[in-house]
């Protein structure tokens, strides 16, 4: 009778383990999926991992006030009060709006060490964080790709 009830046991928590796994995969969608979601510049650039045209995009001279959300989640990521001219090319702030809502993952591409700066509830690439933001307002820079956001305007 023991055995029986370990063996049970066991199952149980094999399936309850299967079910939760599952559950956070299907959660998480697939390239086919995000390519009918997105734009194929949005695609290009969030799942391809692109990057858009210094002083070629929607949003690097923008100055309306307003908010900057995800393309693909409409999550809110940056603020136009955060917004600064770093003569980059693209849309840079200085901050999240909730650093929980991203994530800092090591990119290693094009031979270069960089910090990747991803949507943390989908893992897709919204741009990068360098080290040489004004010093006065914390010293990062998070370099976005337009195609990546959508503004909103207040």
Known sequence: MKKIATILTAICAIVTFSAQTGSAQSKKKS???WKKILTPNQYEIMVEKGTEPAFNNAYWNNHEKGVYVSAATGEVLFTSDDKYDSHTGWPS?????DPSKIEIVEDRSYGMVRDEVVEKSTGLH?????????ADRGGKRYCMNSGALKFIKK
């Open 31 to 33: 390239a086919a999926d």
């Open 93 to 97: 702030f200085v901050k999240p709006v």
């Open 126 to 134: 919204l741009g990068h964080v360098f080290d040489d933001g004004p």
